[in-house]
């Protein structure tokens, strides 16, 4: 089965554990974190099949592609004057 709708996955930072955290409303039960956007990405190229696997949308042995937009905010403070 090829997923035709584009999986929309959201990261936001978490300041204090200086991680990216995603979160999907697509996909029930996905929750993962990583130090880096690059290392997230890789996380949820393996997370996203399980768990649509887990949640009965594809099958184990189906082959296909599976399409996600990342989107990312991180919120910064720009210190300035004396």
Same mark, same amino acid.
């Given at each position: ?16 554990? /200086? ?7 697509? $996909?029930? !039960? %996905?929750?993962? #974190?990583? *130090?880096?956007? +690059? ?5 949820? /190229? ?7 696997? $887990?949640? !009965? %949308?594809?099958? #184990?042995? *189906?082959?296909? +592609? ?17």
């Amino acid at each position: 089965m090829n997923i035709n709708k584009t999986i929309r996955v959201k990261a936001n930072w978490d300041e204090e554990a /200086q991680v990216w955290v995603a979160t999907s409303d697509d $996909v029930s !039960g %996905l929750a993962t #974190e990583a *130090e880096t956007l +690059e290392q997230l990405i890789k996380k949820l /190229q393996i997370i996203i099949p399980e768990l649509l696997y $887990v949640n !009965g %949308l594809i099958n #184990e042995d *189906e082959q296909g +592609e599976i399409p996600f937009h990342l989107l990312s905010e991180r919120t910064e403070t720009i210190k300035f004057g004396a």
